[in-house]
Each structure stands twice: as C-alpha cells, then as structure tokens.
C-alpha cells in the first residue's frame, strides 16, 4: 500500500519530471537560439561573420552595421512609412470593426436583417477573387502607389468583428435598456457606455491590428511602385538577397564609407532584420497577455 | 452603422470576386475596371493553358505535399508538448517556457527568413560548423531535400508555440474531479494522461485536425516566397508562387486570375467540408 499523500509522485515520476523540464527548457532556449545568433552577427566584426564563425557572442564587437543601416535615409523613409500605416490601418480597423460589431450583436429578434449581413461579411473567409482581380481593384479605384492601399481594403476584418461582437453580446443588456430609457440614441450608446468597457477586446484587436500591419511586407510589394513608398518590412524583403555593402558604399558620408571595413553584408543585414523586429519584441509582453485573452473571448458565445 | 463596412467589402473583397470573369476572357489591361466586362470572351482557354502547362501540376504537387508534411507535424508537436508543458509545476518556469516559444509566431517572415539564411546560407552559421570540420561548404537552401526539411522544420519552429496554448486552455479545462478519481483507482501519471488528459483535450484535437484539412491548398506563401531560388522550384513552387510570378510579374493576369480561380473553388469546397465536418464531430460554430 502507498501512502495516501503521496499517490502520484514515484521516483520514476521524479527522474521524469527532471528529464522533462531539461528537455522543454532545452526546447525553449532553441526557439530563441536563431534570435541570440542574430543579434550576435548584427554585433560582430564582418570578416567573422562572412566565415559563419559568430554563434551567440559577437566576435570583435562593433555598431558599425547599425550606423551604416542609420545612415540610410531608404530605411528611415520606409520605418516612417510603417509607422504611418499602422497608426493610420489601427484607427480605420478599429472604428469600422466597431461599428459593425455592435449592429450585429443584436438579437435578431430586434435587429431581423442580422443573419444576411454576418452571411455577406463571412462569405468573403470562404471564397476570394483571388490576387490578380483584387490587385486590379485596388489599382483602378486609385488607391495603388498610395498608403490607402494597405490599409483600406483589409479593415473590415471578419474575425476581429467576430471576436468584438461576441464580446459584445455577452456584456450585460441592462447598461443599453437603462439608456434607451434615457434617451440615448445608438450612436451614444455604443459610445459612451459599450466601447468604455469592451477595453480587452478593443485591447486585443488593437495590438493584433498593430502587428499584422507591422509585419505585413507582401501588400507593400504588391501596391507600391514608388521605394520610398515601401513599409519598412517590403523594404528589408526587396534587399534580403543583395549584397548590402552597397548601401553604404552610396551613402556621401566618408565615415559611414569607411565603416564597411568593419562590417558585411551579412552584419547589415542582421542589423537590419533586428532592428525590423525590434518593435515586436517590444510589444511582446502585452501581445502574449492579450492573447491568452482573446482566445478566451473567442470562446465566449453569445 | 454597417453603412462603411458593406461598402469597403463590397468593393475589395466583392468587386475581385466578380473580377474573376477575366479568367474566361483574354483581359485588355488598358480598359482597366470596365475590362471586367468588355474584354474579349475565350472560354476554357486560359484554364487549358493551366491545365496543360507541366508548371502547374508539379505546383499542385508540391503544395499537396508541404501542406500534408506541414499538416501532420503541426498536428503532432503541439500536443506532446503540452502535455508535457502540462506537467511543469512550477510556475515560473512554466511561464518563461511559454513566452519563450509563441515569440517566433510573432515575427514576420521577411524576419525569419533573414534569420534562416543566416543560420543555413552559404556563409552560415551551419556551414561554419562545416569548415571548422573541414567539410566542404554546403547551401542548405538551394537544395531540394533540405530545403523542403528547412520549410517544415522552420513551420514548426514559428507556429507551435502558438497553437501549444490552445491546447494547454484544454488541459486546463479537464474536471480535476476525474485525476481524483484516477487516482484513487491506482493510476499513475502516465495512464492519467492516456485515460484523462488525452480524452479531454480529444474535442479540440478534433477540431484542430479537421479545421486544417480547410488550408490544404494553402502551402505558405509567405514563407515559401521568402526562401526559395530557382534550383528548388521543383519542389518549393507552389500555386501561389506560381500565379505571382507567371500571372502578376509576368503579367499575364487572365493566366493568373484562372489559376486563382481554381485555387479559390477548391479551397472554398475544402473549407465548407472542413466547417461541416467540425460542426458535426465537434459541434463547432463560428458565429
């Protein structure tokens, strides 16, 4: 017989719970091993990076790739540009999906039309024109070459929508009768007493949002022509595979110029992709809280 | 209120839905929109040039097979590691652990592919590796077999993170009146999980399971796009690169807008069988 308060914990448990957490520890370090060995070349001497000798210690530390990727007006250009574009695609997805969300979070008893409208949004998951008519769309309602283009077709996003109205819908009716009672007309409800506490989901759109635009690269391909109209992200995708020494052999400033000797193209370009996913780690915190968040939300159903 | 929305959707995601009609017709550029209408009517043409085109079916292929191969170890990894993940009582460990593998999710990739070519390129990491060996210099990336290993390799590496927490969500959803229970009839750890756990997280590897058979078209642009070169086409070219290199660079777009086309319908066919099948096996509903 074992003893009572013992009853899942054996020595076989024990070694396994040691092997276990080595082996997830182990599992973690290696998801972010690439982001250590990327920040490590972005560090180190170019020579030594060019004979992939740079591993998770930068080898002769130097800023020299980060002052040749600053000295680059391309990349502040594009690094305004998304900055732009997220703060212009966050407030438009934002106002649109709140919009819509609150209509169809009505019963449809009251609201009859309803189940045609969440048809008519959903429709558009199961079924698209597909690239080239879409491309075509975007280019002769003359939004193509400008940043409208990356932020107004997509703003009516279906989940976002889905995710706000079921939360929405399980906020408590009595706050909205009190105020039809007052008078209030939609728009005010909405407003002033639903959007003031929907803060988590706006929360987790808002930061979903934030990222899908910061890291989307393939719009800016697609609808700039201009390269000063590129986002930050089409701009590191468009010199992922050139030889970046170039940049800042163009630059006119001789120090910048001579920073080369220190550097490579593998160094700027590591310096680059950090710098692109900067922000991200950044925000990351808040994300991975909003998250877990959203998924519960997501299972609420009205 | 809907007044916006309806009109945004309407105009990019309807407009490009009956902008299709352009794969049935050989598209005059320079009517622009009213091109739609007015181009010249050619029938099944662009869709024999498709289906005749030795391109398309190795395309077809190849994106059947990434996405089976990426279907299946997706499907796989994330839950033994939550189940292990799970077991972790500790719960500062087990939060670190957690933040530390849903990060890859978050980063683009444009991001990741730099960070790939860096590890496996010519000049990299690996190959550093190599020399210091004294093996020869080896580019994983324009290799087929290990290119196809490094798109399924590095899938898993940015996504199972990601879907781990859904099923840890489960997990933690379990009555923990059954684990009393199992152990007052003598199970240990191990047959707790294959008796308790696992059935209880059964509904959402279900779901999971079916819901993925919906994206089998979908190979992964974004990471394809980023990675591949000319001497992996043969197995990294799916139909979505395909239609943007020969419909939108080479600008053949009723070319494009007929592969799209066969894209959409099959999808949209895999999708609604995936909805049906979920709603049925696991009573799912999206709205």
């Not at chain 2, 020869?136 to 324009?142: A, G, K, M, Q, V």
Request: charged share 10%; proline share 4%.
């Amino acid at each position: 017989m074992r003893k009572h308060g013992n009853l899942n914990r054996s020595r076989g448990y024990d070694i396994f719970y040691g092997i276990n957490l080595i082996f997830l520890t182990l599992l973690a370090l290696l998801c972010v091993a690439p982001l250590l060995n990327l920040l490590s070349l972005s560090l180190s001497a170019g020579h030594y990076a060019a004979a992939g000798k740079v591993t998770f210690w930068p080898i002769e530390p130097t800023t020299a790739s980060y002052e040749i990727v600053f000295a680059n007006k391309v990349f502040w250009n594009s690094l305004g540009v998304s900055v732009e574009r997220v703060i212009l695609g966050t407030s438009l997805t934002l106002v649109v999906n709140i919009l819509t969300s609150y209509p169809l979070s009505m019963d449809s008893s009251y609201f009859h039309a309803r189940r045609y409208y969440l048809w008519y949004f959903f429709f558009t998951t199961l079924f698209s024109g597909g690239l080239i008519p879409t491309f075509l769309v975007v280019k002769f309602t003359g939004l193509y070459d400008t940043i409208w283009a990356l932020v107004l077709p997509g703003c009516a996003n279906v989940w976002n929508c889905i995710l706000m109205l079921n939360f929405f819908r399980q906020l408590p009716k009595e706050l909205s009768e009190a105020a039809v009672i007052d008078g209030a007309g939609h728009f005010s409800i909405l407003f002033r007493i639903i959007v003031p506490i929907s803060k988590p989901v706006l929360a987790t759109v808002t930061l979903f949002t934030m990222v899908g635009h910061w890291n989307d690269w393939f719009g800016g391909m697609v609808y700039m022509s201009t390269l000063s109209h590129y986002p930050l992200q089409t701009y590191l995708q468009s010199i992922l595979h050139i030889d970046l020494t170039q940049i800042a052999l163009s630059s006119v400033d001789f120090r910048i110029q001579e920073k080369i000797q220190l550097a490579s193209s593998t160094t700027i370009r590591s310096a680059m992709v950090f710098v692109t996913a900067l922000p991200i780690m950044m925000v990351y915190p808040f994300l991975q809280k909003y998250f877990t968040k959203g998924i519960v939300l997501g299972s609420v159903k009205g | 209120m809907l007044i916006p929305a309806v009109v945004i959707v309407f105009i990019y995601h309807y407009l490009p839905m009956f902008g299709v009609v352009i794969a049935f017709e050989n598209y005059d550029w320079s009517k622009g929109l009213n091109g739609f209408w007015t181009s010249q009517f050619v029938g099944w043409a662009n869709f024999n040039r498709v289906f005749g085109d030795p391109e398309f079916s190795q395309a077809l292929l190849n994106t059947l097979r990434i996405s089976v191969l990426k279907i299946v170890t997706m499907f796989f990894v994330p839950i033994i590691v939550a189940i292990l993940l799970n077991e972790i009582r500790n719960m500062f460990a087990k939060r670190t652990i957690q933040t530390l593998i849903y990060l890859p999710h978050f980063l683009s990739w444009v991001v990741l592919a730099g960070i790939i070519t860096n590890l496996f390129g010519p000049d990299g990491v690996i190959n550093g590796f190599r020399s210091s060996l004294n093996l020869e210099p080896f580019n994983y990336l324009t290799d087929n077999g290990s290119f196809l290993a490094i798109l399924i390799g590095s899938n898993i590496w940015k996504e199972f993170g990601f879907s781990t927490i859904v099923y840890l969500a489960a997990i933690t959803g379990i009555d923990p009146g059954l684990y009393e229970a199992a152990m007052v009839d003598g199970a240990n750890r191990l047959q707790q999980t294959w008796h308790v756990t696992l059935p209880g997280m059964l509904p959402i590897i279900v779901l999971q399971g079916v819901l993925s058979l919906g994206g089998i078209l979908n190979a992964g642009f974004d990471q394809i796009y980023n990675l591949y070169s000319v001497p992996v086409y043969g197995v990294a070219d799916v139909i979505d690169t395909l239609v943007f290199r020969k419909g939108f660079q080479g600008g053949d777009y009723s070319l494009g807008a007929a592969m799209g086309l066969f894209n959409a319908v099959c999808g949209m066919a895999l999708i609604v069988t995936s909805y049906m099948l979920a709603k049925k096996v696991a009573h799912y509903e999206i709205f």
